[in-house]
C-alpha cells in the first residue's frame, strides 16, 4: 500500500471539508431534515389557506409567517444539530478515532460547525422554496427584500451556531443547549438590558449593563423581516455592516471555542 | 531512533482536594520495529497513558514524543494509527464512508484512500457490511472497524489499546496474526492487554504498569525466570506404595485413573523419584520442566506491589466476621481487599 501523501495528514482545509462532509451526512441521516420539510409542506398549505382567512392580505400573512418560521425553525434546529453532533460526539468517544489522526481540534470544530451550516442551508432553502412558491401561488410578486431579509436570518444562525459550538465545547448536550437557547433569546433583547442598566441606576449596574450590551451577540440587528414584508427599502449597506458584525462576532467565539477545546482532556 | 519516547509523563486527575494520580514519572522509550506489551490491572493507568500519547489528554507534568516529535503537536500523529478500547463511530456512517473518512485526515487522497479502504475493509473481513450503517454492526465488528481506521493511512506506528477485548478466540488468533504481519512490514505495534497469553506468544518487550508507575520493563527472556521452576511428571501403574515415597521426597501427586501425575519444586529430586518409578515397574509418559510465565510473573508483580496474595475481592474467608465493625465503605474495603488495591491509580 501506499504511504500517506504528506507527513502533516493534508492540508487544512481538505481535513475541515472531511470534517464537514461526515458531519453533514450524520446529521441528515439522523433525519434531521424532516422537520424542514413538515414546516415547507405547512407553508404551502397555509398559502392557501390564506387566502379566505387573511382578507386580501394574504401575500403579507404568508411572508410573516414564513420569515417567522425560517428564523424560529433555523436557530433551533442549529442549536440542535450542533449540540447532537458535537457534545454528544465528546460524550460517546466517537470523535477519538478522528482526533487520533493529525487534526487539530480547531479544524475539528469548524468542520462540525460546517457540516451543521450545510444541513440548515439546505433545509432554509426548502422552507424559502416553498415560502416563494406559496407567494406565486396567491399572486404576490417575491421581493428582492424578502431574500435580503432571509440572508441575514442565515447570518444571524451563523452567530447562533458558533454561540453552541462554543458551549458545546464546554459543557454537556443538554446544559450547552440550554445555554445557546438562552443566548438566542437574549440576543433579541440586548438593548433592554442595556435599558436596564439605565433604569436600575447606579455605576455598577450601568457598568454591566453596558458590558452586557457588547458581550452579548446583537440579534436584532439580523431583523429586517418587518421591512421586508412591508416592502419598506432596506440599504445595502445596513446589510453589509450586519453581515460584517454577524462574521466578526461568530469567528470570535469560533475562536474561543477552540481556544477552550484544546485544553480539554478527552477520553 | 524511538518511535515512542517519555519522561517523567504524569497525569493527575480531580482537583487540590480530591486529586488522584494516575499516571507517576512514566520513563519509556519503544524503539523502531517492535511490538511492545503493555500491562497492568484495571486502573493501572495504562489507557491514561495511550491518551497521553495521542493528546486526548494533556499531561500534569513531563514530556513525550511520538516518532520524533512532541505530542502536544498534532502532526506528530501523521503516520500513526491509534485504535481506543471500545471504538465508537457516528451512528448513521457507513462502515467504507468512516475509512475513507479516516484516510482523507490522514493524507490520503480520495482515491487512494477509498482504495485502502476497500483493502482493509476485506482484510478485517467487513467487506461484505461496507455500506452498512455503524449502528447495525456487532461488537466485534466495530472492534475491526477500529483496528481497520488505525491501519488508513499505512501508519509507522500503532497504538491499540486492548486490542483483542470483545473478540472471540478466531478473531484473538487473527488479531494476533495481523499484529506480528505489521511488524514484519517495519510497523511498531505498542499495544496494552490484560490477555497474557497473547502478550506472551507475539510481544518483543513488555512493560508492566502497577498503580500508575511502570515496575518492569525489558525483553521477556530478560524480566522472566528462564530457569527450571519445576516438572511434571505424568507416569501409569504407580502403585500406592511409590506414591508415599516419592511424596516424602517432596513431590505432589495427583491421580487421574490410570494415570499420575507427580509435580516436583525445582530440579534436585526429579532423578529420585524416576529411579522409584522405574524400580516400580510404572511406565513413564511424559517429563516436562515447568517454567514461569508470564501470568505468574505478572501475578507475582502485582502481588508485591499491593502487599497482597492475589485474592479475589469475592473471597468470603475475607470478610470482618464482626457485624457492625465497618468503619464505612472506604475503611472496610481497605480491610478486606488490602490498602494496595485502593492506590491512586484507581480512578
Given amino acids: 500500500m501506499k504511504t500517506h501523501d504528506s507527513e502533516s495528514g493534508g492540508s487544512r482545509l481538505s481535513r475541515i471539508r472531511v470534517v464537514a462532509g461526515s458531519t453533514f451526512l450524520e446529521s441528515v441521516r439522523d433525519r434531521t431534515l424532516a422537520v424542514p420539510v413538515l414546516l415547507a409542506g405547512l407553508l404551502i398549505g397555509g398559502a392557501f389557506l390564506s387566502r379566505t382567512l387573511s382578507l386580501g392580505q394574504h401575500g403579507k400573512m404568508l411572508q410573516d409567517f414564513g420569515l417567522a418560521g425560517l428564523c424560529l425553525f433555523s436557530n433551533v434546529l442549529v442549536i440542535l444539530a450542533v449540540t447532537t453532533s458535537l457534545s454528544r460526539s465528546v460524550e460517546q468517544g466517537t470523535l477519538l478515532p478522528m482526533l487520533a489522526k493529525p487534526l487539530r481540534r480547531g479544524e475539528l470544530l469548524l468542520g462540525q460547525y460546517g457540516g451543521v451550516l450545510g444541513v440548515v442551508l439546505v433545509s432554509a432553502l426548502a422552507i424559502m422554496g416553498a415560502l416563494c412558491l406559496g407567494l406565486v401561488l396567491v399572486g404576490t410578486p417575491v421581493s428582492g427584500g424578502l431574500l435580503l431579509a432571509a440572508g441575514l436570518t442565515m447570518v444571524e444562525v451563523m452567530v447562533v451556531g458558533a454561540l453552541a459550538v462554543f458551549f458545546s465545547a464546554v459543557s454537556s448536550p443538554v446544559l450547552a443547549t440550554v445555554f445557546a437557547g438562552f443566548a438566542m433569546l437574549i440576543g433579541h433583547t440586548t438593548a433592554d438590558v442595556r435599558e436596564l442598566g439605565v433604569h436600575i441606576g447606579g455605576r455598577a449596574a450601568r457598568a454591566i449593563g453596558e458590558v452586557l450590551y457588547y458581550a452579548l451577540p446583537n440579534l436584532e440587528i439580523f431583523d429586517v423581516r418587518a421591512a421586508a414584508v412591508h416592502r419598506y427599502p432596506i440599504s445595502l449597506e445596513y446589510v453589509g455592516f450586519a453581515v460584517l458584525y454577524g462574521v466578526l462576532y461568530a469567528t470570535v467565539v469560533l475562536f474561543a471555542a477552540s481556544w477552550v477545546f484544546e485544553r480539554r482532556d478527552l477520553s | ?347
Avoid at chain 2, 485526515?105 to 482484510?123: D, H, I, P, T, V
Avoid at chain 2, 510481544?203 to 519445576?230: F, K, N, P, T, Y
Avoid at chain 2, 508415599?244 to 525445582?266: A, D, K, N, P, S
Fill in chain 2, 1 to 347: 531512533m524511538d518511535v515512542i519516547r517519555t519522561e517523567a509523563l504524569c497525569k493527575r486527575y480531580g482537583n487540590l482536594r480530591t486529586c488522584s494520580t494516575a499516571l507517576r514519572n512514566l520513563d519509556l522509550e519503544v524503539a523502531e520495529g517492535e511490538i511492545f506489551g503493555y500491562l497492568g490491572p484495571n486502573g493501572a493507568g495504562k489507557t491514561t497513558t495511550l491518551n497521553l500519547l495521542m493528546g486526548l489528554v494533556r499531561p500534569s507534568s513531563g514530556r513525550a514524543w511520538l516518532l520524533g516529535r512532541p505530542v502536544r503537536d498534532p502532526d506528530s500523529r501523521a503516520g500513526v494509527g491509534f485504535m481506543p478500547e471500545h471504538p465508537r463511530f457516528p451512528r448513521h456512517l457507513k462502515c467504507g464512508e468512516i475509512l475513507t473518512a479516516c484516510g482523507r485526515l490522514s493524507g490520503l487522497g480520495r482515491g487512494e484512500s477509498k482504495r485502502q479502504a476497500g483493502y482493509l475493509l476485506e482484510q478485517a473481513g467487513l467487506a461484505r457490511v461496507a455500506n452498512r450503517r455503524v449502528q447495525q454492526l456487532s461488537k466485534g465488528m466495530l472492534q475491526w472497524l477500529g483496528l481497520a481506521q488505525a491501519l488508513m493511512g499505512s501508519p509507522r506506528l500503532l497504538i491499540l489499546d486492548e486490542p483483542m477485548s470483545g473478540l472471540d478466540p478466531v478473531g484473538r488468533h487473527r488479531m494476533r496474526d495481523l499484529i506480528v504481519e505489521q511488524r514484519g512490514r517495519g510497523t511498531t505495534v505498542f499495544f496494552s492487554s490484560h490477555i497474557l497469553a497473547d502478550v506472551e506468544m507475539i510481544c518483543d518487550r513488555v512493560g508492566i504498569l502497577l498503580e500508575g508507575e511502570l515496575g518492569q520493563c525489558g525483553r521477556l527472556d530478560e524480566i522472566l525466570d528462564r530457569r527450571s521452576a519445576g516438572t511434571e511428571i505424568r507416569v501409569t501403574g504407580l502403585g500406592g506404595g511409590v506414591v508415599h515415597r516419592i511424596r516424602e521426597m517432596g513431590g505432589t501427586t495427583r491421580i487421574f485413573g490410570e494415570e499420575t501425575l507427580i509435580e516436583v519444586h525445582g530440579d534436585d529430586c526429579v532423578d529420585g523419584i524416576l529411579e522409584q518409578v522405574r524400580e516400580a515397574g510404572a511406565s513413564l509418559r511424559s517429563l516436562v520442566p515447568r517454567r514461569e510465565s508470564l501470568e505468574e510473573y505478572f501475578l507475582r508483580q502485582v502481588a508485591g506491589k499491593t502487599g497482597d496474595d492475589a485474592v479475589p475481592w469475592w473471597d468470603n474467608s475475607r470478610i470482618p466476621e464482626r457485624a457492625g465493625s465497618w468503619d464505612g465503605p472506604e475503611e472496610s474495603f481497605r480491610e478486606t481487599v488490602g490498602a494496595g488495591e485502593f492506590g491512586e491509580g484507581r480512578r
